[in-house]
């Protein structure tokens, strides 16, 4: 990651964002829009986290928390064991067995309704959040708001689906047949053969995940921000000031932090006496020159939950779910997996095939954290993002300058409050 290693200090009133993702990145540009001095602290290194390696989706669709009996009737299908995209580390038992006892409390029809309203309502504006933002970055090319297409194989499959057709949630985004046409130029270009698809409206793809970042990145210098490298290991909660104590050995105390270390915020989240209980979701890519894939938006080919995305004269293709830590290494065998559903599909990787794989952030009912912390004055945080957080980096963003601006003023984000777990 392209951070330079400096070692800037924190005055008295700097924010102090802790990760340097899309969350940090996008919360860090819309603080400083708003005049407040910031300093973006991340270590850096290989692998990149999420924020690079994702599908690049606007998935604006997505309204439906995971955290359903629907998910969970689907889930021994989808099982890696069984040839889906649902795995569990069975090294990491002790990190996801305490998560899916409370993700079973959090697929009440209640909890769900309240998960879909919530959803709903970040959803309705990431779109043109991620417009504005483009714009603030000068770059209004960075996203494309053409839609994308799920298709099948399963005939069943594929007429069980067309019950989605229609409006989605409170209208931001649409589920249409996709077009006879179009679904015929796909065909054209891959081995199995379709049983049918659909098209969504008020979906869209960013440029390149690193462009979105790189852009980010030069923003934040621009309006004055600064970066240092470094990792956050622990955090002191002081009356005024807190310290917080970096991997070199250094301290920086400020008196304003933002924790958005994606799945790695559970530690200092803990430190000031807040239940965070992430679980990371492993997920894998390859990408290689796209060769003759025609310029289509992202393709869901969703019997075998492999989303294909083209980034330029790049095609990268993403799956697995993989409950695991952040922290474990990943599984070769879910790339060749991957490889081999690319193969089947007929999808052109022209060249050498690069691989890559990183944790989803996510928490057991699905939602996002995002607010003020209701135990330690200055603190505040943007984390749990789950499968959407580059959908809802933009709006994440300026709900947070929001919340800097005005901590009672945003009683919309009650269901993105971190004391929901406290209990
Ligand atoms: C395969 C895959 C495909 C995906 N596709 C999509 C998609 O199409 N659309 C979508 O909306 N979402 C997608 N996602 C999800 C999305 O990538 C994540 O939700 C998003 O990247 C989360 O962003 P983040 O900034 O919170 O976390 P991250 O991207 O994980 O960034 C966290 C940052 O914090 C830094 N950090 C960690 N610990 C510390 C510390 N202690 N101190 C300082 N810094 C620290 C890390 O170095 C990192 O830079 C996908 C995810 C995966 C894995």
Redesign the pocket.
């Known amino acids: 990651?392209d951070l330079t290693d400096q070692r800037p200090a924190a005055g008295p009133d700097t924010v102090v964002v802790?990760?340097?993702?899309?969350?940090?990145?996008c919360c860090a540009v819309q603080l400083l829009v708003a005049g407040e001095p910031v300093l973006l602290?991340?270590?850096?290194?290989d692998p990149?986290?999420?924020?690079?390696?994702?599908?690049?989706?606007?998935?604006t669709e997505c309204i439906e928390p995971l955290a359903s009996w629907k998910t969970l009737r689907e889930a021994p299908r989808q099982l890696y064991s069984a040839g889906g995209s649902l795995a569990f580390r069975p090294a990491d038992l002790p990190a996801w067995l305490p998560f899916a006892a409370r993700y079973l409390r959090a697929c009440t029809a209640a909890s769900y309704a309240n998960g879909v309203a919530a959803l709903d309502y970040l959803m309705a504006d990431a779109m043109p959040a991620w417009k504005r933002l483009a714009a603030l970055l000068g770059e209004p090319d960075l996203v494309r708001d053409h839609g994308h297409w799920v298709v099948y194989e399963s005939a069943r499959r594929c007429a069980a689906a067309g019950r989605g057709v229609g409006p989605i949630g409170s209208g931001h985004a649409r589920c249409l047949p996709l077009d006879p046409g179009l679904l015929e130029a796909l065909r054209t270009r891959v081995r199995p053969a379709l049983a049918g698809g659909y098209a969504y409206e008020g979906t869209g793809q960013v440029r390149r995940p690193a462009d979105v970042l790189d852009a980010l990145r030069r923003r934040v210098r621009e309006l004055g921000g600064s970066f240092r490298r470094?990792?956050?290991?622990r955090l002191a909660p002081g009356r005024g000031q807190h310290r917080l104590l970096l991997d070199d050995g250094t301290a920086l105390e400020p008196r304003r932090l933002l924790i958005?270390?994606?799945?790695?915020?559970t530690?200092?989240m803990e430190d000031a006496g807040h239940h965070a209980p992430l679980i990371a979701?492993?997920?894998?890519?390859i990408e290689a020159e796209a060769g003759d894939w025609a310029d289509f938006p992202s393709v869901v080919f969703e019997d075998r939950s492999v989303?294909v995305?083209r980034f330029g004269e790049r095609l990268r293709a993403?799956?697995?779910v993989e409950f695991s830590r952040a922290e474990s290494a990943p599984d070769a065998g879910k790339w060749q997996r991957l490889k081999a559903h690319v193969a089947a599909l007929g999808v052109p990787l022209h060249g050498p095939i690069t691989t890559w794989?990183?944790?989803?952030?996510t928490l057991p009912d699905y939602l996002p954290a995002i607010g003020a912390s209701r135990r330690l004055s200055g603190l505040y945080y943007?984390?749990g993002?789950?499968?959407?957080?580059?959908?809802?980096?933009a709006r994440t963003g300026e709900l947070v300058a929001a919340v800097l601006r005005d901590p009672a003023g945003t009683a919309r984000l009650a269901a993105f409050d971190i004391e929901r777990f406290a209990s």
Do not use: C, K
């Open positions: 990651m802790v990760g340097g993702g899309l969350i940090g990145l602290l991340d270590p850096g290194g990149p986290p999420p924020s690079w390696g994702n599908a690049g989706h606007i998935a470094g990792r956050a290991v958005a270390a994606g799945a790695w915020s530690g200092l979701e492993r997920g894998y890519h989303v995305t993403t799956s697995f794989s990183g944790p989803r952030p943007a984390f993002h789950q499968h959407l957080g580059l959908t809802l980096a």
